[in-house]
């Protein structure tokens, strides 16, 4: 099966991630990667950071002639704030010395890992915790997870997102946009992200990112930030993928893990979600038909998966961001030293990252559906997972 492991922290040299498990023969280039890398910087509200990251990947190993090989993908990112940002930060985040002269940071953000983390690990610094928990890391996250996303690309499988809420602006519910997604979804998943770029918010609604811009602009005025909801819509799977036999193999759950394993992500739903709690059953389920050999629905409200198992239509899930807590105007803290109460310290941040979160959020996707696909289809090379899926299909 597959597996990614990312290393790094937002200041140091560089993020590292290595992808384990990939079939040999896959499409894989640099460019690709980074096409995907660039998406992740999308969004108006973003902060400092965006004007000069350019994030680039370097392939190590995995790959011969733009290719896979089996073995393990070895991918790295520099960071841009180690390298040309500010030349302190090769001090503040050395590899080898003892750290003398170097000031330490003792007051948390309220919202972070700052104090669980020199709580649970015993520092008495919080940069190490601000630098691993950062979101930077959803970069080698996207590039580790790109590779899956290219591989379910050979079997017509596409994944795309589109923001639905930023803050207090937003469709009033899902039958606003559900045909405008379902017109795009004639071409694949892909298709919402081409008109969803275009917008600066990734909002399909022109009148809509207008208005998200000015919200946006008005909150970074008063100092604070915003939080939203995205939509990420995954086509061409096949049904069978997941099961309901032990809960731990189940495609829903693994799905709603790879949305809160991500940073600020804290809730999830899958198909009507939370909208179906509140509504009867003769409005919720999915009614069965029968065309040439296959079973659709005539509606889609369970999102794609019945019982764990995805069904053959299109998965649909919804993930919700808290406000970043990195605010201008500062919250209460206390310092971890002295106790002594003070103001927060101001980290460089975005006033709002959900259009990023929802790039980041298609890439966890694709990853765990790469990885439900192969344990249904699985083989050493991709001629011979084709194969199995042409003949099981």
Same mark, same amino acid.
């Given at each position: 099966m597959l597996r990614y492991l990312t290393a790094g922290e937002s200041h140091g040299e560089a993020l590292i991630g290595i992808v384990e498990g990939m079939p040999a023969g896959v499409p894989l280039t640099a460019a690709e990667i980074n096409h995907h890398l660039a998406r992740r910087w999308l969004g108006f509200g973003r902060g400092g950071r965006a004007k000069f990251e350019r994030d680039k990947v370097h392939i190590y190993s995995g790959v011969r002639f733009?290719?896979?090989?089996?073995?393990?993908i070895a991918l790295r990112l520099d960071? #841009?704030?180690?390298?040309r940002d500010r030349s302190g930060w090769p001090d503040v985040m050395a590899v080898e010395g003892t750290g003398e002269g170097v000031e330490r940071v003792t007051l948390p953000r309220p919202g972070h890992a700052d104090l669980v983390g020199v709580q649970k690990y015993g520092f008495d610094d919080i940069r190490p915790v601000i630098d691993r928990s950062s979101a930077r890391e959803t970069a080698m996250r996207v590039a580790c997870c790109t590779v899956a996303r290219l591989f379910l690309k050979q079997f017509g499988i596409e994944v795309g997102s589109h923001v639905v809420r930023l803050g207090e602006v937003g469709y009033d519910d899902a039958g606003q946009w559900r045909d405008r997604v379902d017109a795009l979804l004639a071409d694949g998943a892909e298709a919402i992200n081409r008109a969803a770029d275009e917008s600066e918010v990734r909002m399909l609604d022109a009148d809509l990112t207008a208005r998200c811009i000015d919200h946006i602009i008005e909150t970074k005025? #008063?100092?604070d930030s915003l939080g939203g909801i995205y939509e990420v819509v995954v086509t061409g799977v096949p049904p069978g993928l997941g099961s309901y036999v032990h809960w731990d193999r189940r495609l829903d759950g693994q799905l709603a893990q790879a949305i809160l394993s991500i940073q600020a992500q804290k809730a999830v739903e899958i198909g009507d979600g939370v909208a179906a709690a509140s509504m009867p059953g003769s409005l919720v389920h999915d009614p069965i038909l029968h065309d040439d050999g296959a079973f659709p629905r005539r509606t889609n409200h369970a999102g794609?998966?019945?019982g764990g198992t995805s069904n053959g239509m299109?998965?649909?899930v919804r993930g919700f961001m808290k406000p970043i807590p990195t605010l201008i105007k500062p919250l209460d803290t206390a310092d971890i030293t002295t106790g002594q109460a003070q103001p927060t310290r101001y980290e460089r941040s975005d006033v709002t990252s959900v259009p990023a979160a929802s790039t980041v959020a298609e890439a966890t996707v694709a990853f765990t559906i790469a990885n439900a696909f192969l344990e249904k289809y699985g083989g050493d090379s991709l001629d011979e997972i084709r194969g199995r899926f042409e003949r099981e299909t």
């Amino acid at each position: 099966m597959l597996r990614y492991l990312t290393a790094g922290e937002s200041h140091g040299e560089a993020l590292i991630g290595i992808v384990e498990g990939m079939p040999a023969g896959v499409p894989l280039t640099a460019a690709e990667i980074n096409h995907h890398l660039a998406r992740r910087w999308l969004g108006f509200g973003r902060g400092g950071r965006a004007k000069f990251e350019r994030d680039k990947v370097h392939i190590y190993s995995g790959v011969r002639f733009s290719k896979t090989i089996a073995g393990p993908i070895a991918l790295r990112l520099d960071n #841009a704030a180690y390298t040309r940002d500010r030349s302190g930060w090769p001090d503040v985040m050395a590899v080898e010395g003892t750290g003398e002269g170097v000031e330490r940071v003792t007051l948390p953000r309220p919202g972070h890992a700052d104090l669980v983390g020199v709580q649970k690990y015993g520092f008495d610094d919080i940069r190490p915790v601000i630098d691993r928990s950062s979101a930077r890391e959803t970069a080698m996250r996207v590039a580790c997870c790109t590779v899956a996303r290219l591989f379910l690309k050979q079997f017509g499988i596409e994944v795309g997102s589109h923001v639905v809420r930023l803050g207090e602006v937003g469709y009033d519910d899902a039958g606003q946009w559900r045909d405008r997604v379902d017109a795009l979804l004639a071409d694949g998943a892909e298709a919402i992200n081409r008109a969803a770029d275009e917008s600066e918010v990734r909002m399909l609604d022109a009148d809509l990112t207008a208005r998200c811009i000015d919200h946006i602009i008005e909150t970074k005025k #008063a100092g604070d930030s915003l939080g939203g909801i995205y939509e990420v819509v995954v086509t061409g799977v096949p049904p069978g993928l997941g099961s309901y036999v032990h809960w731990d193999r189940r495609l829903d759950g693994q799905l709603a893990q790879a949305i809160l394993s991500i940073q600020a992500q804290k809730a999830v739903e899958i198909g009507d979600g939370v909208a179906a709690a509140s509504m009867p059953g003769s409005l919720v389920h999915d009614p069965i038909l029968h065309d040439d050999g296959a079973f659709p629905r005539r509606t889609n409200h369970a999102g794609g998966i019945e019982g764990g198992t995805s069904n053959g239509m299109p998965i649909i899930v919804r993930g919700f961001m808290k406000p970043i807590p990195t605010l201008i105007k500062p919250l209460d803290t206390a310092d971890i030293t002295t106790g002594q109460a003070q103001p927060t310290r101001y980290e460089r941040s975005d006033v709002t990252s959900v259009p990023a979160a929802s790039t980041v959020a298609e890439a966890t996707v694709a990853f765990t559906i790469a990885n439900a696909f192969l344990e249904k289809y699985g083989g050493d090379s991709l001629d011979e997972i084709r194969g199995r899926f042409e003949r099981e299909t």
